[in-house]
């Protein structure tokens, strides 16, 4: 591919129901996170528990472009073809203007809300199967990222090994904790000598919905504007603390690791806020080498949306332009489709020359390690 390649770097796919009627193993077909649709319901089942209430109880609504506006009455069967099907998708990259894009998961984007690591790890099989299958239909523009069973680390280190055989690029955590683990905790380590021995990529990558443990799912429960609102960025602050003050990538300076779908402004604040405590309070971090911002200069990359122009801006001014990637989000309800790219345009042209050149090429190839 030649520079003037537009990648993805935060796609999206929507999984058709094969993944967990006919990837899954017999005895999980159940357990396994899935969507089921009676009439005009869909709603999503984990570990055999319908949700047919609360927030993300209608997945539809949410991985549809414009799903969630007032009045529709959407079911899974109402998905776009392109988030399914590889060769539409193929199409409707080409009617976008994008060469290459990397997808991460939806509804397994809630995989986090299973409890038996032996479901989750089933969950997480029969997810990469199928999605490395997708990516099989043209492996030089198709690229997928893994999720892996963390509610067991052993079992998470296990399924990571699986990924560059299945030709995926990386795996992602969700930033919430799996069952009070810190991905910081020395039992990770080896889980991260996987992904530097691979060459995998590292996302960590929320979504709004999903019942762990988190600052979100505490205080707004019944309320998806307040949800959507903090879910991703809020979450994405305390595992970017985590990742760099937690040493992970002190010890591990060749691992890359992304953070998606949080927006951009917040990052110059948050680095700026960590920065500051290292040096007056370093003391309590003796294992942190180099400075929060330093780390994720060298490291660490985030995802923009097509209309973040100031805090595009922001990141320039900061020195971390080389950090961003550009994502699509297609084709979740607060997508910009048809046009995303377009629009992408409109920001970068705002920008220094050669900003796109870098967004929507040069960066993601990196993280991605192409």
Known sequence: MAENTVIDGDGHICEPEIVWT?????????????????????????EGRPRKAGIGAGPAAACIPGGMAPGKKLTWKDILPGSYDPNVRIK?????????????????????DIKDPL???????????????????????????????LQDVNLAIAEAKRLKKLGLRGFISRPERFGD?????????????????????????????????????GRYRDNVFYDHMIAHPFGQMAVVMDMLAGGVLDRYPRLRVGFFESGLGWIPYW?????????????????????????????????????????????QEKGLGHCILWGSDYPHFDSTYPGAYAEAQTTFAT????????????????????
């Open 119 to 149: 479901v989750a790890a089933e969950t997480c099989r029969a997810y990469n199967n199928w999605m490395s299958d997708f990516c099989k239909a043209d492996s030089a523009r198709l690229f997928g990222m893994g999720i892996i069973p």
């Open 22 to 46: 006919e990837y899954t193993q017999a005895s999980f077909k159940d357990s396994v996170l899935q969507v089921r649709t009676e009439g005009e319901e869909s709603y999503l089942v984990v």
């Open 351 to 370: 920008c220094a020359e050669g900003t796109a050149g870098k967004v929507v090429y040069a960066n993601p190839k990196r993280f991605m390690g192409l």
């Open 181 to 217: 683990l810190a991905l910081y905790d020395p039992v990770c380590d080896p889980l991260w000598e996987v992904a530097v021995a691979d060459d995998l990529a590292v996302g960590i990558h929320g979504s709004f919905g999903s019942h762990m443990p988190s600052f979100s799912s």
């Open 271 to 315: 680095l700026d806020r960590l920065d500051e405590h290292f040096e007056v309070m370093g003391h309590h971090t003796p294992w942190l080498k180099r400075r929060p911002s330093e780390i994720f200069s060298q490291q660490c990359f985030v995802s923009m949306e097509a209309d973040e122009a100031k805090g595009l801006i922001w990141m």
């Open 92 to 112: 409707v990259m080409q009617e976008e203007g994008i060469d290459q894009a990397l997808f991460f998961p939806s509804i397994h984007l809630l995989w986090g």
